[in-house]
Nanobody, 123 residues
Framework: QEQLVESGGGLVQPGGSLRLSCVAS????????IGWFRQAPGKEREGLAC????????YYADSVKGRFTISRDNAKSTIDLQMNSLKPDDAAVYYCAAAYFLCAVVPGPFDYWGRGTQVAVSS
């Protein structure tokens, strides 16, 4: 059974950095994409980045390109999201999600979701 578990959220000051991790388990083969998303109170879920598990191809939303980096940590078997230069507007619940046979930065196609990890940005 496919499962996703996020970790690494917390409180960070504006301008700071945070690294989120996603552990994916139960997936068949490696033809799937792992995406990172976020949702702030009162806002729609927003796509941030996606990594194609089979070949490591990455995709980013324009809103985070240059500040956020999605990567695969083979030693820890995680898909990480490195977030730099954080702003108060980045505060949200961050989710990782997975979909077979695709990778995208929109939430609709993703079938499997973690429970999320909270990120707060405040001084």
């Amino acid at each position: 059974q496919e499962q996703l578990v996020e970790s690494g959220g917390g409180l960070v000051q504006p301008g700071g950095s945070l690294r989120l991790s996603c552990v994916a388990s139960g997936f068949t083969g490696d033809d799937y994409g792992i995406g990172w998303f976020r949702q702030a109170p009162g806002k729609e879920r927003e796509g941030l980045a996606c990594l194609r598990r089979s070949d490591g191809t990455t995709y980013y939303a324009d809103s985070v390109k240059g500040r956020f980096t999605i990567s695969r940590d083979n030693a820890k078997s995680t898909i990480d999201l490195q977030m730099n230069s954080l702003k108060p507007d980045d505060a949200a619940v961050y989710y990782c999600a997975a979909a077979y046979f695709l990778c995208a930065v929109v939430p609709g196609p993703f079938d499997y979701w973690g429970r999320g990890t909270q990120v707060a940005v405040s001084s």
